[in-house]
């Protein structure tokens, strides 16, 4: 079945640093997700993509989904101690299902 | 709007017995799922529905029920409870169309002794 692999697991950084978490899929997707959980909280949706190719900007996220639609990249600039969470990244393949990447956790050293 | 609850909060059980997981959202949404999340495993899709009357198995059903009567709620049965189910349990609905946005409700944390 359909598989989505998130790197790296874990990711410790200096506040003021940049961060990236980046999404690969067996399969290609229509769409991916991305979502935030702050420690102790439930999935928060921040943005979903669907073009091939396509980068989408947050403030200080950037999102981007790959050419052939099997990976994705959420890069975060100059850090903050806000940011501290677990993002996944979720993808959408042929069926109704979502599958979820594993996470991955950040934390921030102020 | 209240979004997506769910009750208990918390849950302790011993082996072999069975309890229902509540979950009900007030957004008139069409599509239901339940996760589960354990530690270094993500959130894996356990049952999910697509309007009331419709449920279908995830990626990991075995153990637990599901059922949709109504739009608004979908309940999460464990029949016979067992250690591996010690887990937190997420209710999460979405509307459909663009963007497919999941609501994902506060979550229920069970042991299992």
């Known amino acids: 079945g359909q598989q989505v692999m998130q790197i790296p697991q874990y990711q410790h950084v200096q506040e003021g640093e940049d961060f990236t978490t980046y999404c690969n899929s067996s399969?290609?997707?229509?769409?991916i997700q991305w979502y935030k959980q702050r420690p102790g909280g439930h999935p928060v949706f921040l943005i979903q993509?669907?073009?091939?190719?396509e980068v989408k900007k947050q403030k200080r996220l950037t999102f981007q989904f790959g050419e052939a639609k099997k990976n994705s990249s959420l890069h975060i600039t100059a850090t903050q101690t806000t940011d501290v969470g677990t993002y996944f990244c979720?993808?959408?393949?042929?069926?109704?299902?979502?599958?979820f990447g594993k996470g991955t956790k950040l934390t921030v050293n102020p | 709007n209240a979004g997506v609850t769910q009750t208990p909060k918390f849950q302790v059980l011993k082996t072999g017995q069975s309890m229902t997981l509540q979950c009900a959202q007030d957004?008139?949404?069409?599509?239901m799922s339940w996760y589960r999340q354990d530690p270094g495993m993500g959130l894996r899709l356990i049952h999910y529905?697509?309007?009331?009357?419709?449920?279908d198995q995830g990626e990991v059903p075995n153990g637990y029920n599901v059922s949709r009567s109504t739009t608004e709620d979908f309940p999460l049965r464990l029949l016979s409870a067992a250690p591996s189910q010690t887990s937190v349990y997420f209710c999460?609905?979405?509307?459909?169309?663009?963007?497919?946005?999941?609501?994902f409700g506060p979550g229920t944390r069970l042991t299992v002794l």
């Open positions: 993509l669907v073009k091939s190719g």
């Open positions: 399969t290609t997707l229509s769409n």
């Open positions: 979720a993808g959408k393949g042929g069926s109704e299902k979502l599958v």
């Open positions: 957004m008139n949404h069409e599509y």
């Open positions: 999460a609905s979405t509307p459909g169309g663009f963007p497919d946005t999941q609501y």
């Open positions: 529905s697509v309007g009331a009357g419709i449920t």
